[in-house]
């Protein structure tokens, strides 16, 4: 009797670590489709031409110099909470709390604005926001990391869970500090005395962020890759056993990076507080948090090469409002252009990673 064993017509394989310069090409030719699609679709859905919904996407972080200093802003701010997680994440620890540690920050400095203007000097309030809000920070991250590292809890769901705690702790003391009574609101805190603002360089309201980013940037990278900490991060990430057995202390190295990835959350929530919006609010960091998520990844966590998908998510972004600002258009259809395009540069890392191999024969018989 003979039975029939049919063979698929191809299969996955994994591919061997491919040069940079073909990686970005094929994240390239990625991008190229994305822009051909999102084309055709705008066509049949609208019947707008797409060079003008492209020029729209420019326009919207291009178009004057204030939006280019807005997107540099946004960009900064982005980077900065995607450096914060990234220790954590070449460690395998999934510090998904960025945004609550971030909201903690803003909450530290909002809150030595609000109850030291006054009692002591300027520079002497910056100096408290600082180093409040970086240990704030530092302790949001901490908690979930003491519980890992002691316990081998699950630091996925309890620093998620985290996030909502520090959203309605921001919104709680919203309420006992608004401003004025009744609003649910706080407004700009220390309007005329500007106690707690950060001073602007060369008369660039976000040039500072930009600067202190930057630092923070390459400080990262040198960290991550010529430290000795760096280098147990990346121990404990490839093999806690391993690490284990040459004599890595792993819950040290838990407690330490997860402290270190909530201290950088924390600068980031003094920066939108001290430097850019005055002010708090439950919806401050606005989702930056979880986007970083998608920043570290798609850069393989390299701190260099995470300025490059920063640029690109928050030019996506910029680009869906003027999108609908322009052409009267729901801002969901920009949202839409900017998923498609996502998809695009996400699906082209399985490109990257493996490679569709044809099978020779289509089947064969016993």
Same mark, same amino acid.
């Given at each position: 009797m003979k039975n029939k064993t049919r063979t698929p017509l191809f299969h996955v394989a994994k591919r061997p670590a491919l040069p940079w310069y073909k990686s970005w090409a094929i994240r390239g030719g990625a991008i190229i489709l994305a822009l051909i699609v999102c084309g055709v679709i705008t066509m049949l859905v609208t019947g707008i031409n797409p060079l003008q919904v492209y020029l729209s996407?420019?326009?919207?972080?291009?178009?004057?110099?204030?939006? &280019?200093?807005?997107?540099?802003?946004?960009?900064? &701010?982005?980077?900065? =909470?995607?450096?914060?997680?990234?220790?954590?994440?070449?460690?395998?620890?999934?510090?998904?709390?960025?945004?609550?540690?971030? *909201?903690?920050?803003?909450? @530290?400095?909002?809150?030595?604005?609000?109850?030291?203007?006054?009692?002591?000097?300027?520079?002497?309030? =910056? *100096?408290?926001? @600082?180093?409040?809000?970086?240990?704030?920070g530092a302790v949001?991250?901490?908690?979930?990391?003491?519980?890992?590292?002691?316990?081998? +809890?699950?630091? +996925?769901?309890? @620093?998620?869970?985290?996030?909502?705690?520090? +959203?309605? *702790?921001?919104?709680?003391?919203?309420?006992?500090?608004?401003?004025?009574?009744?609003?649910?609101?706080?407004?700009?805190?220390?309007?005329? @005395?500007?106690?707690?603002?950060?001073? +602007?360089?060369?008369?660039?309201?976000?040039?500072?962020? =930009?600067?202190?980013?930057?630092?923070?940037?390459?400080?990262?990278?040198?960290?991550l890759n010529y430290s000795k900490h760096g280098y147990e991060i990346a121990v404990v990430g490839e093999s806690e056993r391993t690490a284990r057995y040459v004599g890595i202390k792993v819950d040290r190295i838990i407690i330490r990076t997860m402290l270190l990835s909530g201290a950088i959350c924390g600068l980031t929530g003094l920066l939108l507080v001290g430097s850019t919006n005055h002010t708090l609010a439950a919806s401050l960091v606005e989702g930056r948090g979880f986007t970083a998520v998608m920043v570290s990844w798609l850069a393989k966590f390299n701190p260099i090469w995470m300025i490059l998908t920063s640029f690109l998510l928050v030019f996506l972004g910029r680009g869906a409002g003027e999108i609908a600002t322009n052409f009267g258009l729901n801002s969901s259809f920009g949202d839409i252009l900017t998923g498609i395009i996502l998809f695009f540069i996400i699906g082209s890392e399985f490109f990257i990673n493996y490679q569709i191999k044809l099978t020779h024969a289509a089947g064969k018989e016993e």
């Amino acid at each position: 009797m003979k039975n029939k064993t049919r063979t698929p017509l191809f299969h996955v394989a994994k591919r061997p670590a491919l040069p940079w310069y073909k990686s970005w090409a094929i994240r390239g030719g990625a991008i190229i489709l994305a822009l051909i699609v999102c084309g055709v679709i705008t066509m049949l859905v609208t019947g707008i031409n797409p060079l003008q919904v492209y020029l729209s996407f420019i326009d919207g972080s291009f178009g004057s110099s204030r939006k &280019i200093w807005v997107l540099l802003q946004n960009v900064a &701010i982005l980077l900065c =909470i995607s450096l914060a997680v990234t220790p954590a994440f070449r460690m395998r620890c999934w510090n998904l709390g960025a945004e609550g540690q971030a *909201l903690i920050g803003c909450l @530290t400095s909002a809150a030595c604005m609000i109850l030291l203007s006054g009692k002591l000097s300027n520079f002497a309030v =910056i *100096l408290c926001m @600082t180093v409040s809000s970086i240990l704030a920070g530092a302790v949001w991250a901490g908690i979930p990391a003491f519980f890992k590292a002691k316990f081998n +809890t699950n630091e +996925t769901l309890f @620093t998620l869970m985290m996030n909502y705690v520090a +959203t309605q *702790l921001v919104a709680y003391f919203c309420i006992v500090w608004e401003n004025p009574k009744g609003s649910g609101q706080i407004g700009i805190i220390n309007p005329n @005395t500007h106690f707690g603002w950060f001073p +602007t360089v060369g008369g660039q309201k976000y040039l500072l962020n =930009i600067l202190i980013v930057a630092v923070v940037c390459v400080a990262m990278h040198i960290y991550l890759n010529y430290s000795k900490h760096g280098y147990e991060i990346a121990v404990v990430g490839e093999s806690e056993r391993t690490a284990r057995y040459v004599g890595i202390k792993v819950d040290r190295i838990i407690i330490r990076t997860m402290l270190l990835s909530g201290a950088i959350c924390g600068l980031t929530g003094l920066l939108l507080v001290g430097s850019t919006n005055h002010t708090l609010a439950a919806s401050l960091v606005e989702g930056r948090g979880f986007t970083a998520v998608m920043v570290s990844w798609l850069a393989k966590f390299n701190p260099i090469w995470m300025i490059l998908t920063s640029f690109l998510l928050v030019f996506l972004g910029r680009g869906a409002g003027e999108i609908a600002t322009n052409f009267g258009l729901n801002s969901s259809f920009g949202d839409i252009l900017t998923g498609i395009i996502l998809f695009f540069i996400i699906g082209s890392e399985f490109f990257i990673n493996y490679q569709i191999k044809l099978t020779h024969a289509a089947g064969k018989e016993e």
